[in-house]
């Protein structure tokens, strides 16, 4: 009796277990989607400067996470910056169109924002704030698209 409320409790388990790699392979495959945008200008992002050219990341772990790191790599792959955001909003609508939103302060360009419209999550990032003297000159930000460009390798 007891062998066999162990086997029924074994085989419970492979199947919890097989579902949840099936739906969970499922998710990951919409959240692997790789990102592909271009700088015109150089910007800051966390920290690091990225001079004008191309660029991509993939959505790892977005939305199911909250901390929302993305990893910003150029063209050649080479791994640019880790963008650990101040804020990850989640539940916005959901659209193909994503995009990044550039701010001007103190005469440099930064990543503000980036809306997944995919998921429908923003991603905001830390940008200092303009001094008095430049506010109204610098008042202005960008908006680049990002290309949706399938799954991630």
């Known amino acids: 009796m007891k062998g066999t ?16 790699l099936a739906s969970s392979h499922t998710v990951r495959a919409q959240e692997d989607l790789r990102y592909n945008f271009s700088l015109p200008f150089e910007a800051q992002w966390q ?11 993939s959505a790892q ?5 909250t901390s929302g790191i993305l990893i ?5 792959g ?20 994503s995009e990044l939103t550039i701010v001007k302060r103190n005469g440099k360009m930064y990543v503000q ?3 997944l419209g995919p998921s429908g999550t923003t991603h905001k990032y830390s940008v200092p704030n303009p001094k008095k ?11 680049i698209s990002v290309q949706a ?3 991630a390798q």
Not at 11 to 20: W, Y
Not at 61 to 65: I, L
Not at 78 to 97: F, I, N
Not at 133 to 143: C, D, F, G, K, T
């Open 78 to 97: 080479h791994t640019m910056t880790a963008a650990l955001p101040v804020a990850v909003e989640t539940g916005g609508q959901l659209s193909a169109q």
């Open 47 to 57: 920290g690091r400067t990225l001079p004008a050219g191309r660029y991509y990341f």
């Open 5 to 20: 409320i162990r086997s029924i409790r074994v085989a419970g388990l492979l199947l919890g277990v097989t579902a949840l």
């Open 133 to 143: 003297a430049n506010r109204e000159l610098e008042a202005s930000e960008q908006v």
């Open 149 to 151: 460009a399938g799954i």
């Open 61 to 65: 772990g977005v939305p199911s996470s």
């Open 113 to 115: 924002s980036v809306h």
């Open 72 to 76: 910003i790599r150029d063209a050649e």
